[in-house]
C-alpha cells in the first residue's frame, strides 16, 4: 500500500495553472486523498473543462475524463481579447490577486512563466512577500545554448523563486546552466495517472482486441505506433518515410491522431500500398490504453526543443511498451536508455532511425518479454508518490513548514 504523505503543519499552497489537464487533475485528486497539504488550485481559463477547438489536433474536443473533482480549485475570469493557451496575451485575469488574497496562501505554486498573468503574479508575490515554487519542464536538447540576453532575463525571472521543482535530468541540467543554485532544485517528475494506463485491465484489453480486428492485423503482426499530434515538431513524416525506406517484414506502422500533418500523410502512404500503414482518428484518454495494447513499439521522434517531456512515453511504458525515442524529446535520458528501455536515434537524421527501428523490431521479436520487464521496472519510479515527495520538500524549503511521511 502506497504510504501517506502529509504536511505536519499543512501550509496554504495556491496552485496557479493556465487550465485544467488531464495529466495534473489526477495528481491534484492524488494529493488531497493521500496528504494533508492544503491547497487550492487557480486555473486561469476554462480551456478542458468545456469543447473547444485545439489548434494542434484541429478538432473541437473536451477531454473525456474527470478533470474537476476530488480537489478544490476556481476558474479565474480570464478577460484577454482573444482568448487562448498559445499566446502571451491570450491569458488575462486582473482578478487573480485578489482571489489569492482572499485564500491567503502561505506559498504559490506557478506552472510556468508563458503569459502576461504569470509575470504579473511574480511581481505581486515578491511586492507581498508569498514565496514562489516554479514548475517547468524546459531542456536545452538541440541546442548549444540560450541567446545571451534570453538566458540573462531567465537567470534573473528564476531568482525570483524560492524553490523550484524539475520534472527530469534534461530540465535539472536546463536550470543549472541558467544559473540555479542545487540546494532550490527538487525532483518532483512528470508522471501520469497509472490507475488508468493498466494493462491487465479486461476493458483495455477487450477494446484492444475489437480494434486489432478492425485493422484486420494478424497475431504475428508486430504493430509500431505513432499516437499524438501530426504537427511537424513531432516529426510523423520522418518516420513514415524511414518506415516506407526500411519495409520490415510482417509489420505494421498506426498513426493515432490529427494536426495539421494528416492529409499529407495519408496522401505519402497512399502512394505506397504495398506498405502496411494504418491511420486511426484522435483518440481521447479513455481510449488510449487500448491504443498502446495494439502496438510492440511506440515511437516518438520529436526534433527541436518543442518536445519538453514527452507524457506519452510515460503511458506507453505503463502499458509495458517500450520506446523509440529521438535524443532531442525530454524523457529521454530518464526513461529511455538505449537497448535497455526502448532505443534512441539522432533527431532528425533518418539513417539513424532506420538502423535503430530495425534493431527495435529485430530484438522484439527475439524476446519481447526482457524488454517489458525493464520498462516496468523504470517507469515504476516515475509516480505520483515520487512527484509528492518533490512537492513537498519544495513548499518546505519556500516556508520553512517541514513535511514529513505518515503510515
Known sequence: MTAMLHSTTSPRLAIVLSHATQYYSPWFRWLRERTELNFRVFYLSDFGLKPALDEKFGVNFSWDVDLTSGYDWEVVPNTAAKPD?????????????????AWRPDAILLYGYNYSSHLKLIVWSRFH???????????????????????LLLSVLYRQFAAITYVGQANRGYFQRLHVADQKLFFAPHAVNSVHFTPSEPKHRARAAALRAQ????????????????????????LLETFIQLQPRDTVLVFVGDGSELDTLQAR???????????????????????????????????????????AVNEAMHMGLPCL?????????????????????QAGQKNHLRVKLAEALSALRADRDVFRSAVAERIAGYN????????????????????????
Request: glycine share 8%.
Open 85 to 101: 493557451t498559445l499566446r502571451f496575451n491570450g491569458l488575462s485575469n486582473p482578478e487573480l490577486p485578489a482571489r489569492l488574497s
Open 129 to 151: 512577500r508569498v514565496p514562489l515554487i516554479f514548475r517547468g519542464d524546459s531542456h536545452l536538447l538541440g541546442r548549444q545554448r540560450l541567446p545571451f540576453v534570453k538566458r
Open 215 to 238: 485493422i484486420d492485423l494478424a497475431p504475428s503482426t508486430l504493430m509500431v505506433l505513432f499516437a499524438g499530434k501530426l504537427t511537424t515538431s513531432k516529426q510523423p513524416d520522418l
Open 269 to 311: 502512404a497512399a502512394s505506397r500500398p504495398d506498405v502496411p500503414v494504418r491511420f486511426l482518428p484522435f483518440a481521447n484518454q479513455s481510449e488510449m490504453p487500448s491504443r498502446y495494447l495494439l502496438a510492440d513499439l511506440f515511437v516518438l521522434p520529436s526534433q527541436g526543443h518543442y518536445e519538453t517531456w514527452g507524457l
Open 325 to 345: 525515442v529521438s535524443n532531442q524529446v525530454g524523457c529521454q535520458r530518464d526513461l529511455v536508455t538505449d537497448g535497455v528501455t526502448g532505443w534512441v536515434f
Open 384 to 407: 505520483y508518490e515520487q512527484a509528492t515527495r518533490g512537492l513537498l520538500a519544495a513548499c518546505e524549503h519556500a516556508t520553512g513548514r517541514a513535511s514529513a511521511p505518515k503510515s
